[in-house]
């Protein structure tokens, strides 16, 4: 409507036509009061350079075109424009588009707040989001939550932004810590001190009683036998271990489609096809005996070991592996959610992805912050190798999925938090998601009642939105989509926490001052029925995106 306004002063002489103005970015937001009105654009704040204009004269002339083409009936989402401050235009939602929006809601329920592929930029995309990826070493934790909820809530957002997922585990069964994993079940069996990079916990001591005698099938040739037994025992429990994590997963209401190991990465042959990448780019180097890549010429602080000088392989070589074989997918952009321990692996592996043809702009690492469970006014410290963790099903019992899921979705995935156990299992207002859930429940219940009093929502809401209080739970039901949009496009999901909040604030205020269920006006009520179903249908469908459930009673 802006660009058709801006078109349309330009062609009756209101404004210059230059090539600078026509190239000018157009921008949309929302005013920070309703009183404003539902949209506003700085437009003519950034044409008062190209035209050489003052931009009240340009947001005058703005107005003027943006209301003559709202009559012609091709713009008649917007009923006014009006040129304000130093040069903004505010926009007002035509009531006849707020009507129609709340009855294509009702009709289309599950598509209501979705991205339609190619809609927005980025969408139709196909991603692979890489998340958790605990070391198959013990339960999964509370510390291991974090990564959980914020890939699972990612990879949500972007569908519903349009876009592919492929959610994706790695097992890295191959590491030292799995070695120390056996080497820790071993000394539980034999009656010996535990080694001090090993494990501790209770987990460790059944995995103990029930190792077999004979574990040469897993064992495989060396010069050292007893680290052969602490890799084979290891091997050996993480395979126990493994359903246990992909059981707790499943309980969070978190789905993989792929399980990937990091065994599998050599088996396959990527790695070597990484390191031949390299190699044929010159982006490698001998040095001490080890096989070095150049990272330093990309920016780095100093290059990295591939190989080491006994001819391992480095966690680097691994992940560089990883990401040729991922691209060898099919996907357009990778992302990894990563702790924030992990942040000196970024550089180096967005900068081998570049020195191997791939687009470095496609490889995104999201570093999530620290979290820290207070309970009692205590925080609760945790390690796995100590056997001091709380294991996330504990956490899960405890506390519950939706308030977990809740907790996590309403805080940017790199700023460190800290959850209250206790708050966040109060059933009352207090709890934000009990107080969304509520609204959700209360809407099922009117419409119940609706029902046993024989009266039905009508199949459409014209003339009920001319005012308040209709007009502004529509207002607020309207704003969903651009949510959404918004929450693909930055990454993140604390808008839908949000919004979600604000939605079940305005229908708890619609609900005090409009009678829904009124025998003596029964067009209105059914009219205000279609109203309120289109803010159930709009509360559900953001609860979904947070993978937090609609409760129909409470």
Do not use: C
Not at 37 to 66: K, Q, S, V
Not at 387 to 397: E, P
Not at 469 to 490: H, K, Y
């Amino acid at each position: 409507m802006v660009q058709r306004g801006f078109e349309r002063a330009i062609a009756a002489g209101q404004l210059p036509d230059t090539a600078a103005a026509r190239e000018t970015p157009i921008e949309v937001s929302r005013p920070a009061s309703p009183e404003h009105g539902d949209l506003a654009t700085n437009l003519a704040l950034r044409l008062a350079r190209p035209l050489r204009m003052a931009p009240p004269a340009i947001a005058a002339a703005l107005a003027e075109a943006i209301a003559a083409e709202a009559t012609t009936g091709r713009g008649s989402a917007i009923a006014s424009a009006d040129a304000a401050g130093p040069g903004f235009v505010n926009l007002r939602y035509a009531d006849a588009a707020l009507e129609a929006m709340i009855d294509g809601i009702r009709r289309q329920p599950a598509s209501w707040g979705r991205v339609a592929e190619g809609a927005v930029a980025g969408a139709g995309r196909h991603v692979n989001v890489e998340f958790v990826s605990a070391n198959p070493t013990g339960p999964l934790t509370v510390g291991n939550a974090r990564g959980a909820f914020v890939g699972d809530l990612l990879a949500r957002v972007l569908e519903a932004g349009g876009q592919r997922v492929t959610r994706e585990y790695y097992f890295n069964d191959s590491s030292a810590q799995v070695r120390n994993l056996g080497a820790s079940v071993l000394a539980a069996r034999d009656g010996r001190p535990i080694p001090e990079d090993g494990y501790h916990g209770e987990y460790v001591v059944e995995l103990a009683t029930e190792l077999p005698d004979d574990l040469s099938a897993a064992r495989a040739d060396g010069d050292d036998p007893e680290a052969e037994r602490a890799w084979a025992a290891g091997r050996w429990a993480a395979d126990r271990i493994r359903p246990g994590i992909e059981a707790s997963l499943e309980a969070l209401g978190v789905h993989f489609d792929v399980w990937t190991t990091e065994g599998s990465l050599v088996q396959g042959g990527w790695v070597d096809r990484a390191i031949a990448k390299l190699r044929e780019g010159g982006h490698l180097f001998e040095q001490d005996g080890a096989t070095w890549f150049r990272s330093t010429a990309f920016g780095d602080d100093k290059d990295r070991v591939v190989i080491r000088s006994n001819g391992a392989l480095t966690y680097f070589a691994f992940d560089i592996g990883y990401v040729v074989e991922k691209f060898s997918r099919g996907f357009d952009h990778l992302i990894y959610i990563w702790g924030a321990d992990h942040h000196g692996t970024v550089a180096r592996v967005r900068n081998a992805a570049g020195a191997m043809g791939f687009d470095k702009a496609a490889v995104e690492m999201i570093l999530t912050g620290w979290v820290h469970f207070v309970s009692g006014g205590k925080e609760l410290s945790m390690s796995k190798r100590a056997g001091t963790f709380i294991a996330l099903d504990d956490l899960l019992a405890e506390l519950g999925v939706d308030a977990a899921r809740w907790y996590f979705a309403s805080r940017g995935a790199n700023v460190n938090m800290d959850v209250d156990i206790e708050l966040a299992k109060r059933q009352s207002s207090e709890n934000p998601v009990y107080y969304v859930q509520y609204a959700h429940a209360r809407i099922a219940s009117i419409l119940r009642k609706a029902t046993d009093a024989g009266m039905t929502a009508a199949p459409s809401v014209e003339g009920l939105l001319a005012g308040a209080p209709e007009g502004t739970l529509a207002r607020v039901v309207a704003r969903f989509p651009e949510v959404v949009e918004d929450a693909a496009a930055a990454q993140e999901t604390q808008g839908i926490t949000t919004y979600a909040t604000e939605l079940a604030t305005a229908f708890h205020a619609f609900y005090r001052d409009a009678r829904v269920i009124d025998a003596d006006e029964p067009e209105r009520s059914a009219k205000r029925l279609s109203l309120v179903d289109a803010t159930r249908i709009s509360l559900a469908n953001a609860l979904a995106l947070l993978g937090v459930s609609a409760p129909e009673g409470m």
